[in-house]
């Protein structure tokens, strides 16, 4: 990382740091609420370092020498300016705030459902990660790679409510932290993905057999595979026709970024925000707090708006 970056970043944190008791105690084991970030009226990757630094900076997820997969939304052969992807701008702003915390290792993969060299260059995901690693000479560290079908593993789901077990990717179950960076869009058989089901990059055979029971095959492996930090773009949203979109009338400008520790209240608060979804209406999300995966109720949601 060069000096200008990292002055950037320590700059965003202090000013966070200097808010009111109130707004920059959000991590205190006092509240029994959890905190989540939504950033507004910056750029694309502004507004995630933004949510980020609300939460007390990536330091506060990452730890130095940690191994990282910074696991985004790959999976369609569509540009960003039709939103089935996350933005390349919030990829790369995730990652390099990964980079200044210490990370070690940052990996950056998902398995796609278009054909992966396609959608990894319409995305724009693997050019902006390469081009950031060769100029700030991090390319030993941040790589973007696809994935491998001898990398992933028959994993044990233990307490599972309809998975007992999955092949889930090696690399994820071997890293240190996962950072978890989906796009806020609709879903045809969902009604929305978000960070629940952006995991499902990570899951190998036939993933499509899960949608019989989506609710429960999700928060297994959710359980399984808790992410560490969920950075949500909801920069450009996809409102309808999703998971994969293409036509430019069904995407929104939202321009904000959500994040939190934990995955469910990020986006039981991005369902909320962005689509105007209750928890309750939205299935996975519902058996996520019945299941108790982290939160139990919408009413821990704590929201903070930068």
Same mark, same amino acid.
């Given at each position: 990382?060069?000096?200008?970056?990292?002055?950037?970043?320590?700059?965003?944190?202090?000013?966070?740091?200097?808010?009111?008791?109130?707004? /920059?105690?959000?991590?205190?084991?006092?509240?029994? @609420?959890?905190?989540?970030?939504?950033?507004?009226?910056?750029?694309?990757?502004?507004?995630?370092?933004?949510?980020?630094?609300?939460?007390?900076?990536?330091?506060?997820?990452?730890?130095?020498?940690?191994?990282?997969?910074? &696991? *985004?939304?790959?999976?369609?052969?569509?540009?960003?300016? @039709?939103?089935?992807?996350?933005?390349?701008?919030?990829?790369? $702003?995730?990652? /390099?705030?990964?980079?200044?915390?210490?990370?070690?290792?940052?990996?950056?993969?998902?398995?796609?459902?278009?054909?992966?060299?396609?959608?990894? $260059?319409?995305?724009?995901? @693997?050019?902006?990660?390469?081009?950031?690693?060769?100029?700030?000479?991090? $390319?030993?560290?941040?790589?973007?790679?696809?994935?491998?079908?001898?990398?992933?593993?028959?994993?044990?789901?233990?307490?599972?409510?309809?998975?007992?077990?999955?092949?889930?990717?090696?690399?994820?179950?071997?890293?240190?932290?996962?950072?978890?960076?989906?796009?806020? &869009?609709?879903?045809?058989?969902?009604?929305?993905?978000?960070?629940? &089901?952006?995991?499902?990059?990570?899951?190998?055979?036939?993933?499509?057999?899960?949608?019989?029971?989506?609710?429960?095959?999700?928060?297994?492996?959710?359980?399984?595979?808790?992410?560490?930090?969920?950075?949500?773009?909801? /920069?450009?949203?996809?409102?309808?026709?999703?998971?994969?979109?293409?036509?430019?009338?069904?995407? @929104?400008?939202?321009?904000?970024?959500?994040?939190?520790?934990?995955?469910?209240?990020?986006?039981?608060?991005?369902?909320?925000?962005?689509?105007?979804?209750?928890?309750?209406?939205? $299935?996975?999300?519902? &058996?996520?707090?019945?299941?108790?995966?982290?939160?139990?109720? *919408?009413?821990?949601?704590?929201?903070?708006?930068?």
């Amino acid at each position: 990382m060069d000096r200008r970056e990292f002055l950037r970043l320590a700059g965003i944190a202090a000013g966070i740091a200097a808010l009111p008791a109130s707004v /920059s105690r959000l991590g205190a084991a006092a509240d029994p @609420q959890v905190p989540v970030a939504m950033a507004r009226g910056g750029s694309h990757g502004g507004n995630a370092e933004k949510a980020v630094a609300a939460l007390g900076g990536m330091k506060a997820f990452v730890s130095r020498g940690d191994v990282v997969v910074v &696991k *985004p939304n790959i999976g369609w052969d569509r540009t960003p300016e @039709q939103a089935a992807n996350t933005h390349p701008d919030v990829v790369v $702003a995730v990652a /390099s705030m990964c980079l200044a915390a210490g990370a070690k290792s940052v990996r950056v993969f998902d398995r796609t459902c278009n054909e992966a060299r396609r959608c990894y $260059a319409s995305s724009g995901i @693997q050019e902006a990660v390469e081009r950031f690693a060769k100029k700030n000479g991090v $390319a030993d560290a941040l790589r973007v790679y696809h994935v491998e079908g001898r990398k992933f593993v028959r994993t044990e789901i233990k307490g599972a409510l309809a998975l007992s077990s999955w092949e889930l990717y090696r690399d994820v179950l071997e890293a240190d932290k996962l950072v978890n960076v989906p796009i806020a &869009k609709h879903h045809s058989l969902s009604d929305v993905t978000l960070g629940m &089901k952006n995991l499902m990059g990570v899951m190998g055979g036939n993933r499509g057999q899960i949608h019989f029971r989506i609710p429960e095959c999700l928060v297994d492996v959710n359980r399984r595979l808790p992410s560490h930090l969920t950075v949500i773009d909801a /920069s450009r949203v996809l409102l309808r026709n999703g998971p994969s979109g293409g036509d430019l009338a069904d995407v @929104q400008n939202f321009g904000a970024a959500f994040a939190s520790g934990n995955v469910v209240a990020a986006d039981v608060a991005a369902a909320e925000a962005v689509f105007g979804l209750k928890a309750e209406s939205v $299935a996975h999300l519902r &058996k996520a707090l019945e299941s108790g995966l982290g939160i139990s109720s *919408p009413s821990q949601v704590r929201l903070l708006r930068v």
